[in-house]
Protein backbone atom coordinates (compact mmCIF):
# COMPACT_ATOMS: atom_id res chain seq x y z
CA UNK A 1 0.00 0.00 0.00
CA UNK A 2 1.75 3.20 -0.89
CA UNK A 3 -0.75 5.72 0.22
CA UNK A 4 -2.71 5.97 3.52
CA UNK A 5 -6.13 6.40 2.05
CA UNK A 6 -6.44 3.23 0.03
CA UNK A 7 -6.98 2.24 3.72
CA UNK A 8 -10.49 2.63 3.14
CA UNK A 9 -11.25 0.07 1.00
CA UNK A 10 -10.89 -2.68 2.75
CA UNK A 11 -14.11 -1.31 4.65
CA UNK A 12 -16.05 -1.72 1.23
CA UNK A 13 -13.65 -5.55 0.69
CA UNK A 14 -15.25 -6.92 4.22
CA UNK A 15 -19.03 -5.56 4.02
CA UNK A 16 -18.88 -6.79 -0.09
CA UNK A 17 -17.38 -10.75 1.05
CA UNK A 18 -19.99 -10.35 3.87
CA UNK A 19 -23.00 -9.59 1.80
CA UNK A 20 -21.25 -12.16 -0.57
CA UNK A 21 -22.12 -15.64 2.19
CA UNK A 22 -25.89 -13.56 2.20
CA UNK A 23 -26.01 -14.09 -0.88
CA UNK A 24 -25.17 -17.33 -0.92
CA UNK A 25 -26.97 -18.89 1.66
CA UNK A 26 -30.19 -17.66 0.09
CA UNK A 27 -28.68 -19.14 -3.29
CA UNK A 28 -29.07 -22.43 -1.53
CA UNK A 29 -32.77 -21.92 0.00
CA UNK A 30 -33.86 -21.41 -3.08
CA UNK A 31 -32.55 -24.03 -4.72
CA UNK A 32 -34.03 -26.12 -2.20
CA UNK A 33 -37.78 -24.39 -3.01
CA UNK A 34 -37.21 -25.95 -6.44
CA UNK A 35 -37.57 -29.30 -5.77
CA UNK A 36 -39.44 -28.68 -2.45
CA UNK A 37 -41.61 -26.18 -2.71
CA UNK A 38 -43.07 -25.67 0.75
CA UNK A 39 -39.78 -25.14 2.03
CA UNK A 40 -39.75 -22.33 4.63
CA UNK A 41 -43.09 -21.06 3.21
CA UNK A 42 -45.11 -18.72 3.76
CA UNK A 43 -42.48 -17.39 5.87
CA UNK A 44 -40.21 -16.88 3.25
CA UNK A 45 -41.71 -17.13 0.12
CA UNK A 46 -39.49 -17.69 -3.10
CA UNK A 47 -40.24 -14.48 -4.56
CA UNK A 48 -38.77 -12.96 -1.11
CA UNK A 49 -35.74 -15.14 -0.73
CA UNK A 50 -34.83 -14.23 -4.64
CA UNK A 51 -34.89 -10.57 -4.07
CA UNK A 52 -32.88 -10.90 -1.07
CA UNK A 53 -30.40 -13.20 -3.55
CA UNK A 54 -30.30 -10.48 -6.28
CA UNK A 55 -30.38 -7.49 -4.38
CA UNK A 56 -27.55 -8.82 -2.12
CA UNK A 57 -25.52 -9.92 -5.23
CA UNK A 58 -25.75 -6.20 -6.79
CA UNK A 59 -25.26 -4.07 -3.62
CA UNK A 60 -22.17 -6.60 -2.55
CA UNK A 61 -20.69 -6.22 -6.46
CA UNK A 62 -21.32 -2.41 -5.48
CA UNK A 63 -19.40 -2.71 -2.63
CA UNK A 64 -16.67 -4.41 -4.41
CA UNK A 65 -16.28 -2.08 -7.42
CA UNK A 66 -16.49 0.66 -4.99
CA UNK A 67 -13.55 -0.59 -2.75
CA UNK A 68 -11.79 -1.30 -5.90
CA UNK A 69 -11.77 1.65 -6.88
CA UNK A 70 -10.51 3.36 -4.18
CA UNK A 71 -7.79 1.20 -3.87
CA UNK A 72 -6.57 1.47 -7.25
CA UNK A 73 -7.47 5.24 -7.99
CA UNK A 74 -5.15 6.44 -5.60
CA UNK A 75 -1.93 4.60 -6.88
CA UNK A 76 -2.85 5.30 -10.74
CA UNK A 77 -3.61 8.80 -9.86
CA UNK A 78 -0.52 8.91 -7.52
CA UNK A 79 -2.31 11.20 -4.48
CA UNK A 80 -4.47 10.42 -1.57
CA UNK A 81 -8.09 10.34 -2.05
CA UNK A 82 -10.08 13.64 -2.28
CA UNK A 83 -11.91 12.85 1.06
CA UNK A 84 -11.76 9.60 3.01
CA UNK A 85 -14.33 10.76 5.66
CA UNK A 86 -16.41 11.51 2.76
CA UNK A 87 -15.74 7.36 1.57
CA UNK A 88 -16.49 6.26 5.31
CA UNK A 89 -19.63 8.08 5.79
CA UNK A 90 -21.07 6.42 2.21
CA UNK A 91 -20.00 3.64 3.54
CA UNK A 92 -22.22 3.28 6.53
CA UNK A 93 -25.05 4.89 5.13
CA UNK A 94 -24.79 2.88 2.40
CA UNK A 95 -24.33 -0.42 4.05
CA UNK A 96 -27.33 0.77 6.64
CA UNK A 97 -29.41 1.62 3.48
CA UNK A 98 -28.50 -2.20 2.02
CA UNK A 99 -29.41 -3.74 5.41
CA UNK A 100 -32.85 -1.68 6.12
CA UNK A 101 -33.66 -2.85 2.30
CA UNK A 102 -32.76 -6.44 2.80
CA UNK A 103 -34.51 -6.99 6.55
CA UNK A 104 -37.73 -4.57 4.92
CA UNK A 105 -37.60 -7.72 2.45
CA UNK A 106 -37.68 -10.30 4.65
CA UNK A 107 -39.56 -8.73 7.73
CA UNK A 108 -42.30 -6.89 6.26
CA UNK A 109 -45.15 -8.37 3.46
CA UNK A 110 -43.97 -6.58 0.17
CA UNK A 111 -47.27 -4.85 -0.50
CA UNK A 112 -46.83 -3.32 2.89
CA UNK A 113 -43.54 -2.11 2.25
CA UNK A 114 -44.42 -0.73 -1.04
CA UNK A 115 -47.11 1.45 1.36
CA UNK A 116 -45.11 2.17 4.22
CA UNK A 117 -42.47 3.49 1.60
CA UNK A 118 -44.95 5.72 -0.05
CA UNK A 119 -44.32 3.86 -3.45
CA UNK A 120 -47.89 5.12 -4.51
CA UNK A 121 -45.91 8.84 -4.92
CA UNK A 122 -43.29 7.79 -7.52
CA UNK A 123 -43.89 4.19 -8.08
CA UNK A 124 -40.44 2.40 -8.99
CA UNK A 125 -40.96 -1.49 -6.85
CA UNK A 126 -41.95 -4.81 -8.18
CA UNK A 127 -39.25 -5.03 -11.03
CA UNK A 128 -37.28 -7.57 -11.70
CA UNK A 129 -33.95 -6.00 -9.81
CA UNK A 130 -34.97 -2.87 -9.51
CA UNK A 131 -37.43 -4.03 -6.15
CA UNK A 132 -35.86 -1.50 -3.86
CA UNK A 133 -38.43 0.83 -2.11
CA UNK A 134 -38.50 4.21 -4.18
CA UNK A 135 -36.79 5.75 -1.25
CA UNK A 136 -33.66 3.02 -0.95
CA UNK A 137 -33.38 3.89 -4.74
CA UNK A 138 -32.77 7.28 -4.46
CA UNK A 139 -30.70 6.35 -1.36
CA UNK A 140 -28.35 4.14 -3.96
CA UNK A 141 -28.53 7.30 -6.52
CA UNK A 142 -27.05 9.63 -3.36
CA UNK A 143 -24.64 7.59 -2.18
CA UNK A 144 -22.97 6.39 -5.82
CA UNK A 145 -23.04 10.16 -6.97
CA UNK A 146 -21.08 10.82 -4.00
CA UNK A 147 -18.96 7.83 -4.74
CA UNK A 148 -18.54 9.09 -8.31
CA UNK A 149 -18.03 12.82 -6.67
CA UNK A 150 -14.62 11.69 -5.00
CA UNK A 151 -13.18 9.28 -7.12
CA UNK A 152 -13.90 11.81 -10.24
CA UNK A 153 -11.88 14.89 -8.19
CA UNK A 154 -9.32 12.54 -6.77
CA UNK A 155 -8.58 10.95 -10.72
CA UNK A 156 -8.77 14.54 -12.60
CA UNK A 157 -6.64 16.10 -10.37
CA UNK A 158 -4.18 13.44 -10.38
CA UNK A 159 -1.79 10.98 -13.15
CA UNK A 160 -4.52 10.68 -15.59
CA UNK A 161 -3.76 7.15 -16.60
CA UNK A 162 -6.07 4.88 -19.50
CA UNK A 163 -7.05 2.55 -16.65
CA UNK A 164 -8.47 5.47 -14.01
CA UNK A 165 -9.88 7.24 -16.95
CA UNK A 166 -11.77 3.97 -18.41
CA UNK A 167 -12.93 3.57 -14.98
CA UNK A 168 -14.07 6.50 -13.99
CA UNK A 169 -16.04 6.70 -17.51
CA UNK A 170 -17.33 3.26 -16.56
CA UNK A 171 -18.65 4.52 -13.32
CA UNK A 172 -20.18 7.51 -14.54
CA UNK A 173 -22.42 5.41 -16.77
CA UNK A 174 -23.53 3.81 -13.83
CA UNK A 175 -25.07 6.27 -12.00
CA UNK A 176 -26.09 7.94 -14.78
CA UNK A 177 -28.05 4.70 -16.00
CA UNK A 178 -29.36 4.15 -12.93
CA UNK A 179 -31.69 7.13 -13.10
CA UNK A 180 -33.78 5.02 -15.63
CA UNK A 181 -34.51 2.95 -12.29
CA UNK A 182 -36.79 5.97 -11.74
CA UNK A 183 -38.52 5.31 -15.09
CA UNK A 184 -41.86 3.59 -14.40
CA UNK A 185 -44.39 4.21 -17.66
CA UNK A 186 -48.03 2.26 -17.43
CA UNK A 187 -47.49 1.33 -20.87
CA UNK A 188 -45.91 -1.98 -20.10
CA UNK A 189 -44.04 -2.36 -23.66
CA UNK A 190 -41.70 1.06 -22.31
CA UNK A 191 -41.76 0.43 -18.96
CA UNK A 192 -39.62 -3.24 -20.34
CA UNK A 193 -37.85 -1.04 -22.95
CA UNK A 194 -36.32 1.19 -20.28
CA UNK A 195 -36.07 -1.39 -17.48
CA UNK A 196 -33.51 -2.77 -19.55
CA UNK A 197 -31.86 0.55 -19.98
CA UNK A 198 -30.44 -0.15 -16.41
CA UNK A 199 -30.39 -4.05 -16.10
CA UNK A 200 -28.75 -4.50 -19.90
CA UNK A 201 -26.50 -1.68 -20.09
CA UNK A 202 -25.23 -1.97 -16.77
CA UNK A 203 -23.79 -5.40 -16.94
CA UNK A 204 -23.35 -5.56 -20.58
CA UNK A 205 -22.51 -2.20 -21.00
CA UNK A 206 -20.48 0.04 -18.53
CA UNK A 207 -19.65 -2.65 -15.56
CA UNK A 208 -17.26 -4.28 -18.64
CA UNK A 209 -15.47 -0.62 -18.55
CA UNK A 210 -15.32 -1.23 -14.68
CA UNK A 211 -14.62 -5.04 -15.03
CA UNK A 212 -11.90 -4.03 -17.91
CA UNK A 213 -9.91 -1.54 -15.56
CA UNK A 214 -9.47 -3.53 -12.23
CA UNK A 215 -8.31 -6.87 -14.85
CA UNK A 216 -5.90 -4.76 -16.37
CA UNK A 217 -4.57 -3.43 -13.22
CA UNK A 218 -3.91 -6.37 -11.71
CA UNK A 219 -2.30 -7.79 -14.61
CA UNK A 220 -0.11 -4.41 -14.59
CA UNK A 221 0.71 -5.25 -11.30
CA UNK A 222 1.16 -8.74 -11.26
CA UNK A 223 3.19 -9.28 -14.31
CA UNK A 224 4.90 -5.88 -14.71
CA UNK A 225 4.03 -5.93 -18.46
CA UNK A 226 4.65 -2.32 -20.60
CA UNK A 227 1.42 -0.35 -20.07
CA UNK A 228 1.54 0.85 -23.36
CA UNK A 229 0.64 -2.84 -24.17
CA UNK A 230 -2.21 -3.14 -21.48
CA UNK A 231 -3.69 0.51 -22.03
CA UNK A 232 -3.92 -0.76 -26.23
CA UNK A 233 -5.87 -3.74 -24.76
CA UNK A 234 -8.00 -2.17 -22.50
CA UNK A 235 -9.11 0.41 -25.61
CA UNK A 236 -10.16 -2.25 -27.65
CA UNK A 237 -12.10 -4.27 -25.50
CA UNK A 238 -13.91 -1.76 -24.29
CA UNK A 239 -14.57 -0.22 -27.11
CA UNK A 240 -15.67 -4.33 -28.57
CA UNK A 241 -17.59 -4.01 -25.64
CA UNK A 242 -19.91 -1.33 -26.73
CA UNK A 243 -19.94 -1.31 -30.04
CA UNK A 244 -21.35 -5.23 -29.67
CA UNK A 245 -23.47 -4.30 -26.58
CA UNK A 246 -24.95 -1.01 -26.54
CA UNK A 247 -27.26 -2.26 -29.85
CA UNK A 248 -27.27 -5.93 -28.52
CA UNK A 249 -29.69 -4.77 -25.78
CA UNK A 250 -31.60 -5.08 -28.96
CA UNK A 251 -32.04 -9.15 -28.09
CA UNK A 252 -34.17 -7.92 -25.06
CA UNK A 253 -36.53 -6.62 -27.58
CA UNK A 254 -37.34 -9.79 -29.31
CA UNK A 255 -40.60 -10.64 -27.60
CA UNK A 256 -41.81 -7.14 -26.04
CA UNK A 257 -44.06 -6.07 -28.27
CA UNK A 258 -41.64 -3.57 -29.53
CA UNK A 259 -41.08 -3.53 -33.82
CA UNK A 260 -39.67 -6.31 -35.60
CA UNK A 261 -36.45 -5.09 -36.66
CA UNK A 262 -35.23 -5.95 -33.16
CA UNK A 263 -34.96 -8.86 -34.30
CA UNK A 264 -31.96 -8.42 -36.55
CA UNK A 265 -30.06 -5.99 -34.82
CA UNK A 266 -30.66 -7.93 -31.38
CA UNK A 267 -29.51 -11.00 -33.23
CA UNK A 268 -26.62 -9.53 -35.33
CA UNK A 269 -25.03 -7.10 -32.56
CA UNK A 270 -25.07 -9.77 -29.53
CA UNK A 271 -24.03 -12.62 -31.97
CA UNK A 272 -20.83 -10.53 -31.94
CA UNK A 273 -21.20 -9.94 -28.03
CA UNK A 274 -18.83 -12.76 -27.05
CA UNK A 275 -16.09 -10.87 -28.58
CA UNK A 276 -14.92 -8.45 -26.16
CA UNK A 277 -14.88 -11.45 -23.56
CA UNK A 278 -13.19 -13.58 -25.71
CA UNK A 279 -10.23 -10.42 -26.13
CA UNK A 280 -10.26 -10.33 -22.35
CA UNK A 281 -9.44 -14.03 -22.15
CA UNK A 282 -6.71 -13.72 -24.88
CA UNK A 283 -5.34 -10.42 -22.77
CA UNK A 284 -4.95 -12.20 -19.68
CA UNK A 285 -3.10 -15.35 -21.10
CA UNK A 286 -0.97 -12.98 -23.06
CA UNK A 287 -0.09 -10.87 -19.99
CA UNK A 288 0.61 -13.34 -17.86
CA UNK A 289 2.93 -15.65 -20.69
CA UNK A 290 4.86 -12.00 -21.58
CA UNK A 291 5.32 -11.38 -17.76
CA UNK A 292 8.62 -9.83 -16.34
CA UNK A 293 8.18 -10.10 -12.70
CA UNK A 294 7.21 -13.60 -11.01
CA UNK A 295 4.58 -11.67 -8.95
CA UNK A 296 4.49 -13.60 -4.90
CA UNK A 297 0.76 -13.18 -5.10
CA UNK A 298 -0.12 -16.61 -7.31
CA UNK A 299 -3.80 -16.65 -6.20
CA UNK A 300 -4.49 -12.88 -7.89
CA UNK A 301 -3.23 -14.08 -11.28
CA UNK A 302 -5.53 -17.58 -10.73
CA UNK A 303 -8.28 -15.01 -10.54
CA UNK A 304 -7.66 -12.84 -13.10
CA UNK A 305 -6.91 -15.88 -15.29
CA UNK A 306 -10.10 -17.13 -14.04
CA UNK A 307 -12.12 -13.79 -15.00
CA UNK A 308 -10.94 -14.23 -18.45
CA UNK A 309 -11.93 -17.81 -18.77
CA UNK A 310 -15.08 -18.18 -16.98
CA UNK A 311 -16.57 -14.29 -18.57
CA UNK A 312 -16.02 -15.61 -22.03
CA UNK A 313 -17.71 -18.94 -20.96
CA UNK A 314 -20.61 -17.31 -18.54
CA UNK A 315 -21.20 -14.53 -21.00
CA UNK A 316 -20.04 -15.06 -24.06
CA UNK A 317 -21.07 -18.27 -25.15
CA UNK A 318 -23.80 -19.20 -22.83
CA UNK A 319 -25.07 -16.33 -24.07
CA UNK A 320 -24.36 -16.72 -27.75
CA UNK A 321 -25.66 -20.06 -26.90
CA UNK A 322 -29.80 -18.27 -27.28
CA UNK A 323 -29.18 -14.82 -28.37
CA UNK A 324 -30.28 -15.34 -32.19
CA UNK A 325 -34.33 -14.58 -32.25
CA UNK A 326 -35.07 -18.23 -33.91
CA UNK A 327 -33.40 -20.25 -30.65
CA UNK A 328 -34.33 -17.31 -28.14
CA UNK A 329 -37.93 -17.75 -29.36
CA UNK A 330 -37.63 -21.50 -27.81
CA UNK A 331 -35.62 -20.34 -24.77
CA UNK A 332 -36.71 -17.18 -23.92
CA UNK A 333 -37.74 -16.98 -19.95
CA UNK A 334 -36.57 -20.76 -19.30
CA UNK A 335 -33.98 -22.10 -17.12
CA UNK A 336 -31.39 -21.34 -20.42
CA UNK A 337 -32.10 -17.84 -19.08
CA UNK A 338 -31.37 -18.96 -15.59
CA UNK A 339 -28.31 -21.42 -16.38
CA UNK A 340 -26.34 -18.22 -18.48
CA UNK A 341 -27.21 -15.73 -16.09
CA UNK A 342 -25.57 -17.57 -13.13
CA UNK A 343 -22.16 -18.38 -15.52
CA UNK A 344 -21.99 -14.48 -16.42
CA UNK A 345 -22.39 -12.60 -13.06
CA UNK A 346 -20.24 -15.23 -11.60
CA UNK A 347 -17.29 -15.38 -14.54
CA UNK A 348 -17.36 -11.14 -15.47
CA UNK A 349 -18.29 -9.80 -12.06
CA UNK A 350 -17.87 -12.07 -8.84
CA UNK A 351 -14.65 -13.15 -10.19
CA UNK A 352 -12.98 -9.69 -11.04
CA UNK A 353 -13.87 -8.28 -7.78
CA UNK A 354 -12.28 -11.37 -5.85
CA UNK A 355 -9.29 -11.08 -7.60
CA UNK A 356 -9.19 -7.44 -7.19
CA UNK A 357 -9.70 -8.25 -3.47
CA UNK A 358 -7.32 -11.07 -3.34
CA UNK A 359 -4.46 -8.73 -5.26
CA UNK A 360 -5.37 -5.98 -2.57
CA UNK A 361 -6.05 -7.15 0.42
CA UNK A 362 -2.92 -8.90 1.31
CA UNK A 363 -1.23 -5.58 0.55
CA UNK A 364 -4.05 -3.88 2.92
CA UNK A 365 -2.77 -6.22 6.09
CA UNK A 366 0.70 -4.90 5.56
CA UNK A 367 2.18 -7.89 2.95
CA UNK A 368 3.03 -8.64 -0.67
CA UNK A 369 1.16 -11.10 -0.87
CA UNK A 370 -0.42 -14.00 1.53
CA UNK A 371 1.60 -17.01 3.16
CA UNK A 372 2.02 -19.87 0.27
CA UNK A 373 0.04 -21.70 2.98
CA UNK A 374 -2.67 -19.33 2.56
CA UNK A 375 -2.72 -19.48 -0.93
CA UNK A 376 -3.18 -22.77 -1.53
CA UNK A 377 -6.29 -22.53 0.45
CA UNK A 378 -7.70 -19.79 -1.59
CA UNK A 379 -7.11 -21.47 -4.59
CA UNK A 380 -8.86 -24.41 -3.30
CA UNK A 381 -11.59 -22.04 -3.04
CA UNK A 382 -10.72 -20.56 -6.39
CA UNK A 383 -11.76 -24.14 -7.77
CA UNK A 384 -14.56 -25.83 -5.67
CA UNK A 385 -16.29 -22.04 -6.13
CA UNK A 386 -15.22 -21.77 -10.18
CA UNK A 387 -16.11 -25.80 -10.96
CA UNK A 388 -19.18 -25.87 -8.82
CA UNK A 389 -20.64 -23.34 -10.89
CA UNK A 390 -19.48 -24.76 -13.99
CA UNK A 391 -22.02 -27.89 -12.75
CA UNK A 392 -24.93 -25.38 -11.75
CA UNK A 393 -24.53 -23.95 -14.99
CA UNK A 394 -24.57 -27.45 -16.73
CA UNK A 395 -27.38 -29.33 -14.93
CA UNK A 396 -29.82 -25.92 -15.37
CA UNK A 397 -28.78 -25.65 -18.86
CA UNK A 398 -30.00 -29.90 -18.95
CA UNK A 399 -32.81 -28.93 -17.01
CA UNK A 400 -33.67 -25.77 -20.04
CA UNK A 401 -33.25 -28.20 -23.00
CA UNK A 402 -35.30 -30.48 -21.04
CA UNK A 403 -38.12 -27.27 -20.39
CA UNK A 404 -37.98 -26.09 -23.53
CA UNK A 405 -38.77 -29.47 -25.07
CA UNK A 406 -41.32 -30.52 -23.07
CA UNK A 407 -43.38 -27.08 -22.51
CA UNK A 408 -42.69 -25.99 -25.87
CA UNK A 409 -41.40 -28.10 -28.79
CA UNK A 410 -43.15 -31.25 -28.30
CA UNK A 411 -46.38 -32.38 -30.35
CA UNK A 412 -48.23 -31.85 -27.19
CA UNK A 413 -47.12 -29.12 -25.13
CA UNK A 414 -47.44 -29.83 -21.30
CA UNK A 415 -48.25 -27.12 -18.77
CA UNK A 416 -45.47 -25.40 -16.64
CA UNK A 417 -45.56 -27.18 -13.51
CA UNK A 418 -46.31 -30.65 -15.26
CA UNK A 419 -42.66 -30.03 -16.65
CA UNK A 420 -41.15 -28.11 -13.89
CA UNK A 421 -42.16 -31.87 -12.08
CA UNK A 422 -40.27 -34.06 -14.42
CA UNK A 423 -37.36 -31.55 -14.30
CA UNK A 424 -36.56 -32.10 -10.60
CA UNK A 425 -33.75 -34.35 -10.96
CA UNK A 426 -31.61 -31.47 -12.78
CA UNK A 427 -32.79 -29.20 -10.09
CA UNK A 428 -31.64 -31.54 -7.18
CA UNK A 429 -28.20 -31.66 -8.61
CA UNK A 430 -28.00 -28.16 -9.22
CA UNK A 431 -28.75 -28.21 -5.51
CA UNK A 432 -25.76 -30.37 -4.56
CA UNK A 433 -23.40 -28.09 -7.02
CA UNK A 434 -24.51 -25.23 -4.99
CA UNK A 435 -23.75 -26.60 -1.58
CA UNK A 436 -20.36 -27.81 -2.73
CA UNK A 437 -20.03 -23.97 -4.15
CA UNK A 438 -21.20 -22.96 -0.38
CA UNK A 439 -18.22 -25.29 1.25
CA UNK A 440 -15.77 -23.30 -1.61
CA UNK A 441 -16.93 -20.23 -0.16
CA UNK A 442 -16.38 -21.41 3.39
CA UNK A 443 -12.75 -21.98 2.39
CA UNK A 444 -12.13 -19.07 0.97
CA UNK A 445 -13.48 -16.98 4.27
CA UNK A 446 -10.86 -19.67 5.85
CA UNK A 447 -8.16 -18.79 3.71
CA UNK A 448 -7.76 -15.18 4.83
CA UNK A 449 -7.06 -16.25 8.93
CA UNK A 450 -4.19 -18.91 7.74
CA UNK A 451 -1.27 -16.94 9.16
CA UNK A 452 2.16 -18.58 7.66
CA UNK A 453 5.53 -16.84 6.52
CA UNK A 454 5.51 -14.16 3.89
CA UNK A 455 7.28 -12.85 1.17
CA UNK A 456 8.24 -9.20 1.34
CA UNK A 457 8.80 -8.29 -2.63
CA UNK A 458 8.37 -9.75 -6.10
CA UNK A 459 10.88 -12.00 -8.02
CA UNK A 460 12.73 -10.50 -10.49
CA UNK A 461 11.70 -12.73 -13.98
CA UNK A 462 14.13 -11.02 -16.86
CA UNK A 463 13.90 -7.13 -16.72
CA UNK A 464 14.60 -5.24 -13.38
CA UNK A 465 12.82 -1.88 -14.60
CA UNK A 466 10.00 -4.20 -14.15
CA UNK A 467 10.36 -3.53 -10.41
CA UNK A 468 9.85 0.85 -11.45
CA UNK A 469 6.48 1.69 -10.30
CA UNK A 470 4.38 1.21 -13.67
CA UNK B 1 -0.10 -6.89 -31.06
CA UNK B 2 1.89 -5.51 -33.53
CA UNK B 3 3.61 -1.96 -33.24
CA UNK B 4 1.95 -0.58 -36.62
CA UNK B 5 -1.04 -1.02 -34.65
CA UNK B 6 -0.60 2.18 -31.95
CA UNK B 7 -2.67 3.31 -28.80
CA UNK B 8 -3.64 5.71 -30.43
CA UNK B 9 -5.49 4.31 -33.19
CA UNK B 10 -6.99 1.88 -30.34
CA UNK B 11 -8.56 4.56 -28.46
CA UNK B 12 -9.91 6.75 -31.28
CA UNK B 13 -11.95 2.99 -32.19
CA UNK B 14 -12.87 3.17 -28.49
CA UNK B 15 -14.30 6.88 -28.67
CA UNK B 16 -15.55 6.60 -32.61
CA UNK B 17 -17.36 3.45 -32.02
CA UNK B 18 -19.32 4.29 -28.65
CA UNK B 19 -19.87 7.26 -30.05
CA UNK B 20 -21.20 6.33 -33.11
CA UNK B 21 -23.32 3.24 -31.52
CA UNK B 22 -24.84 5.46 -28.91
CA UNK B 23 -26.44 7.90 -31.58
CA UNK B 24 -27.82 4.90 -33.32
CA UNK B 25 -29.42 3.22 -30.17
CA UNK B 26 -30.78 6.56 -29.38
CA UNK B 27 -32.15 6.94 -33.42
CA UNK B 28 -33.64 3.36 -33.31
CA UNK B 29 -35.61 4.64 -29.72
CA UNK B 30 -36.87 7.47 -31.39
CA UNK B 31 -38.18 4.96 -34.16
CA UNK B 32 -39.21 2.73 -31.66
CA UNK B 33 -41.57 5.05 -29.84
CA UNK B 34 -43.01 5.91 -33.45
CA UNK B 35 -43.86 2.78 -34.06
CA UNK B 36 -44.96 0.86 -31.13
CA UNK B 37 -48.43 2.62 -30.67
CA UNK B 38 -49.42 -0.18 -33.84
CA UNK B 39 -48.00 -3.04 -31.01
CA UNK B 40 -48.04 -2.25 -27.33
CA UNK B 41 -51.83 -2.25 -26.91
CA UNK B 42 -51.79 0.91 -25.83
CA UNK B 43 -55.11 2.20 -26.51
CA UNK B 44 -56.46 -0.76 -24.10
CA UNK B 45 -54.70 1.37 -21.25
CA UNK B 46 -57.62 2.11 -18.82
CA UNK B 47 -57.24 3.11 -15.39
CA UNK B 48 -58.03 -0.11 -13.86
CA UNK B 49 -55.27 -1.77 -16.10
CA UNK B 50 -52.65 0.78 -14.90
CA UNK B 51 -53.67 0.01 -11.07
CA UNK B 52 -53.67 -3.52 -12.19
CA UNK B 53 -49.96 -2.57 -13.42
CA UNK B 54 -49.33 -0.87 -9.58
CA UNK B 55 -51.46 -4.24 -7.95
CA UNK B 56 -48.48 -6.40 -10.09
CA UNK B 57 -45.90 -4.43 -8.61
CA UNK B 58 -46.52 -4.08 -5.32
CA UNK B 59 -46.90 -7.65 -4.92
CA UNK B 60 -43.97 -9.08 -6.83
CA UNK B 61 -45.43 -10.67 -8.85
CA UNK B 62 -42.30 -11.00 -11.00
CA UNK B 63 -40.84 -12.73 -8.33
CA UNK B 64 -41.69 -16.25 -9.19
CA UNK B 65 -43.88 -15.73 -12.53
CA UNK B 66 -42.37 -14.27 -15.84
CA UNK B 67 -43.91 -12.20 -18.00
CA UNK B 68 -43.65 -11.60 -21.62
CA UNK B 69 -40.87 -13.74 -20.52
CA UNK B 70 -39.01 -11.66 -18.02
CA UNK B 71 -38.80 -12.13 -14.50
CA UNK B 72 -38.54 -15.38 -12.54
CA UNK B 73 -39.22 -19.03 -13.36
CA UNK B 74 -40.47 -20.39 -10.60
CA UNK B 75 -43.98 -19.77 -11.97
CA UNK B 76 -46.22 -19.63 -15.28
CA UNK B 77 -45.59 -17.06 -17.73
CA UNK B 78 -48.60 -14.56 -17.31
CA UNK B 79 -48.18 -12.75 -20.78
CA UNK B 80 -51.04 -14.96 -21.95
CA UNK B 81 -52.76 -16.33 -19.16
CA UNK B 82 -56.20 -14.63 -20.37
CA UNK B 83 -56.03 -17.03 -23.34
CA UNK B 84 -54.98 -19.60 -21.45
CA UNK B 85 -57.82 -19.54 -18.89
CA UNK B 86 -60.13 -19.09 -21.64
CA UNK B 87 -60.28 -15.72 -21.95
CA UNK B 88 -61.95 -15.45 -18.42
CA UNK B 89 -61.50 -12.64 -16.03
CA UNK B 90 -63.28 -14.56 -13.85
CA UNK B 91 -61.01 -17.75 -14.27
CA UNK B 92 -57.92 -15.64 -13.02
CA UNK B 93 -59.45 -13.77 -10.35
CA UNK B 94 -60.98 -17.39 -8.76
CA UNK B 95 -57.62 -18.46 -8.87
CA UNK B 96 -56.00 -16.00 -7.11
CA UNK B 97 -58.43 -16.11 -4.25
CA UNK B 98 -58.82 -19.97 -4.09
CA UNK B 99 -54.83 -20.37 -3.04
CA UNK B 100 -54.35 -21.36 1.03
CA UNK B 101 -52.86 -19.58 3.75
CA UNK B 102 -50.35 -22.25 4.60
CA UNK B 103 -49.55 -23.03 0.94
CA UNK B 104 -49.38 -27.06 -0.54
CA UNK B 105 -47.61 -29.90 1.57
CA UNK B 106 -44.23 -30.74 -0.50
CA UNK B 107 -45.30 -28.18 -3.40
CA UNK B 108 -45.04 -24.93 -4.66
CA UNK B 109 -47.62 -22.80 -3.63
CA UNK B 110 -48.47 -18.81 -4.62
CA UNK B 111 -49.25 -16.82 -1.20
CA UNK B 112 -52.55 -15.88 -0.56
CA UNK B 113 -52.22 -11.86 -1.29
CA UNK B 114 -55.73 -11.18 0.11
CA UNK B 115 -56.53 -8.28 -2.51
CA UNK B 116 -59.87 -6.57 -2.55
CA UNK B 117 -62.36 -7.10 -5.11
CA UNK B 118 -61.42 -4.08 -7.02
CA UNK B 119 -57.57 -5.14 -6.90
CA UNK B 120 -58.45 -8.33 -8.39
CA UNK B 121 -60.71 -6.45 -11.09
CA UNK B 122 -57.45 -4.16 -11.64
CA UNK B 123 -55.42 -7.56 -11.79
CA UNK B 124 -57.41 -9.37 -14.39
CA UNK B 125 -57.78 -6.19 -16.81
CA UNK B 126 -54.16 -5.88 -16.74
CA UNK B 127 -53.10 -9.38 -17.70
CA UNK B 128 -56.28 -9.23 -19.94
CA UNK B 129 -54.25 -5.65 -21.38
CA UNK B 130 -50.93 -7.63 -21.36
CA UNK B 131 -52.46 -10.55 -23.57
CA UNK B 132 -53.38 -8.37 -26.02
CA UNK B 133 -49.82 -6.93 -26.40
CA UNK B 134 -48.34 -7.92 -30.55
CA UNK B 135 -45.48 -9.79 -29.00
CA UNK B 136 -44.03 -11.62 -32.89
CA UNK B 137 -46.21 -14.51 -31.51
CA UNK B 138 -44.49 -15.54 -28.47
CA UNK B 139 -45.01 -17.70 -26.65
CA UNK B 140 -44.77 -20.71 -29.27
CA UNK B 141 -47.97 -21.91 -27.73
CA UNK B 142 -50.91 -21.42 -25.15
CA UNK B 143 -48.69 -23.14 -22.11
CA UNK B 144 -46.53 -20.45 -22.61
Not at chain 1, 447 to 462: D, H, N
Not at chain 2, 88 to 109: M, Q, T, W, Y
Request: glycine share 8%; with cysteine; charged share 15%.
Amino acid sequence: MTYQSQAVSKLYFMAAIGLFVGQILFGVILGLQYVIGDFLFPAIPFNVARMVHTNLLIVWLLFGFMGAAYYMVPEESQRELHSVKLAKLLFWVFLGAGVLIILGYLLVPYAKLAEMTGNSFLPTMGREFLEQPTIGKIGIALVCAGFLYNIAVTVLSGRKTVINMVLLTGLLGLVLLWFFSFVNPENLVLDKYYWWWVVHLWVEGVWELILGSLLAFVLIKTTGVDREVIDKWLYLIIAMALITGIIGTGHHYFWIGTPSYWLWFGSIFSALEPIPFFMMTLFAFNMVNKRRRDHPNKAATLWALGTGVMAFLGAGVWGFLHTLAPVNYFTHGTQITAAHGHMAFYGAYVMVVLCIISYAMPKLRGRVANSNKAQVVEMWAFWMMTVSMVFITLFLTAAGILQVYLQRMSETPLPFMVVQDKMAFFYWMREVAGVIFLLGLIVYLVSFFIKGETEKAPKLVRDPAAFESQ
Amino acid sequence: MKEAFTKSMARNIYYGGSLFFVLLFIGLTVDTHRKIPKTDNSQAITESVAHGKRVWEENNCVGCHTLLGEGAYFAPELGNVYERFGNSKEAIKAFIKSRPVNGIPGRRSMPQFNLTEEELDAIADFLEYTNGIDTQDWPPNIQG
